[in-house]
């Protein structure tokens, strides 16, 4: 271990409180594992609680030592610092990875409990739109399902086709128990019905947002989600069949996207009108770097192709961070700054978050640990502080920077994909970091959300609840809403705890007299 730190678990002491003991000549750092069934990470300070010293006799040799409640660690790991009025004067500003066996056993059954639990979830939330999201004559899904899984609607949005193509595909590459045939199938006959009718105007690639059961436009939107869409089904069809076609497919459509957003966005039928001010919503860069992982994804030629077009997502989305860092706006000008009214107030809490995981999955992948730092503070913790409903949880669709009433009549509901974005985000934030804090507001999210929106009778979730938490539409799918978020952050979640649970080294019982003495308050040794 690193610096001659030697970690230590004792108990007792004043009230019998447990204390975990990092001895060193200048506390200069633990390595994974370190000390028996302990686990730490790079150490920068050192320093006592105020009022405790060693017990005599009870650590030989000990040099300078920390002596740390466990269940301070939380706050210490990234704060730091002499907080008397908190932590009793300790100065600290190591990590917070050091966890007693009998705390990481709890932790392990915890994690595992929670992988069951999600992985449960998504069996079932897939059945529902196995079982009644198919159309066996042409081909695609559909997505306006009632409660029951009863289609009310068989307008096809292209988005959410792609979607569930995509979902499908995923699901078939990651997880062993969904490499069945008939999902396989499924998703290449929603593959073949985009390539038919998704495109308005073939060669050109615009693509309709509503089409009709058959494949016929009804509607188009001037923005590029649909097409992001149709690339990320594209891109994993060909992952999972090695046809090249459906690759050729995504990288055509993914270079049109690329050319509306930086070059000439005339293509999407947008008229420029003279008063609409000029403005950068984040939706808009968030899509593209999801767009960049999902094209580079082990393939390290398109990954390089898309590096700068990666980094200049990820300083797109951070300049949505303003007012001092204090408030993650959803609209910016387009050199980065403040828009007025009610445009340059709003916030949407859920995919600030969502943006949150995108961007921290860009920073570990690029190694950079000061964005990731960044990302944590501002686009996980900031929103979520602002955007948690203290009275009756649960994330706020809307809200006002300045704490004005929003505009938007459903401002105030609570929807089910913010719910999504939250656990995948405060997951993903605490397998890089080790930061307890980020998993308790994991549980605290998924407990929220799988109390309020499962549906225990007939599977999948309700997407819309009113501010106290009460189903306001029981449809399972709709315009918005389809074989998507839910399920997505259901697979992440599973994934992200088994790896979890994975790192947890093995708990073994500490041998007879291996740990010292209890340190004991001051004077009254």
């Not at 650590?59 to 409640?69: C, S, T």
């Not at 704060?79 to 500003?93: C, K, M, Q």
């Not at 995919?351 to 960044?374: M, Q, S, T, V, Y």
């Not at 819309?464 to 399920?487: A, D």
């Amino acid at each position: 271990m690193s610096g001659g730190l030697r970690v230590w678990q004792a108990s007792g002491g004043a009230g019998g409180r447990e204390v975990v003991v990092l001895e060193g000549p200048r506390f200069g750092g633990v390595s994974p594992g370190a000390g028996p069934g302990l686990e730490g990470s790079p150490a920068h300070g050192w320093g006592n609680p105020k009022g405790w010293v060693p017990r005599p006799g009870g650590l030989r040799e000990m040099g300078q030592a920390a002596l740390v409640r466990t269940r301070a660690w939380g706050d210490l790991r990234y704060r730091g610092g002499w907080d008397p009025e908190r932590r009793g004067g300790l100065w600290v500003s190591c990590a917070s990875k050091f966890r007693v066996p009998q705390d990481m056993e709890k932790e392990r059954e915890t994690l595992q409990a929670w992988k069951e639990r999600v992985g449960q979830e998504l069996d079932r939330v897939m059945a529902f739109w196995m079982d009644h999201s198919h159309d066996q004559e042409h081909g695609g899904f559909f997505t306006c399902l009632g409660r029951d899984g009863k289609v009310y609607d068989d307008l096809k949005y292209v988005w959410l086709q792609g979607r569930q193509v995509w979902m499908y595909c995923h699901l078939y590459r990651k997880f062993e128990r969904f490499r069945r045939p008939e999902l396989l199938d499924s998703a290449k006959a929603g593959g073949e019905f985009l390539l038919r009718s998704a495109r308005v105007a073939p060669p050109g690639k615009k693509c309709a947002f509503v089409l009709t059961r058959d494949g016929r436009p009804v509607k188009v939107q001037r923005t590029i989600f649909s097409e992001c869409f149709y690339t990320m089904a594209m891109n994993e069809l060909w992952r999972v069949t090695g046809e090249a076609h459906y690759q050729i497919e995504a990288v055509e459509m993914m270079d049109q996207i690329v050319h509306w957003v930086r070059e000439d966005p005339s293509g999407l039928g947008r008229p420029q009108l003279p008063g609409a001010p000029a403005s950068d919503p984040m939706a808009v860069p968030m899509m593209l770097l999801n767009l960049v992982e999902q094209l580079g994804e082990s393939d390290e030629e398109l990954a390089g192709n898309y590096a700068e077009l990666g980094d200049w997502c990820a300083q797109r989305i951070l300049q949505h961070v303003q007012r001092d860092g204090q408030a993650v706006l959803e609209n910016v000008s387009e050199d980065g700054e403040e828009l007025p009214g009610c445009l340059g107030r709003h916030q949407n809490p859920g995919h600030a978050l969502e943006a949150g995981w995108f961007l921290l999955r860009h920073a570990i992948r690029k190694g950079d640990p000061e964005l990731r730092a960044h990302v944590v503070d501002k686009f996980l913790l900031l929103p979520f502080r602002s955007g948690w409903d203290p009275d009756h949880g649960g994330l706020f669709y809307f809200q006002d920077a300045d704490g004005l009433c929003p505009t938007q009549l459903e401002w105030a509901m609570k929807l089910w994909w913010p719910h999504c974005e939250a656990m995948i985000a405060f997951l993903m934030g605490y397998s890089d970091s080790g930061d307890p804090a980020l998993l308790q507001l994991f549980y605290q999210v998924a407990e929220y959300t799988f109390r309020q929106f499962r549906d225990p009778e007939y599977g999948e979730w309700f997407g819309y609840l009113n501010r106290e938490g009460r189903v306001v539409l029981t449809i399972k799918g709709g315009p918005f809403k389809g074989c998507f978020h839910v399920p997505r952050c259901l697979a992440m979640c599973e994934e992200m705890l088994g790896a979890l649970l994975s790192r947890l080294p093995p708990v073994r019982a500490p041998r007879a007299g291996s740990l010292p003495a209890a340190p004991a308050p001051r004077g009254t040794e």
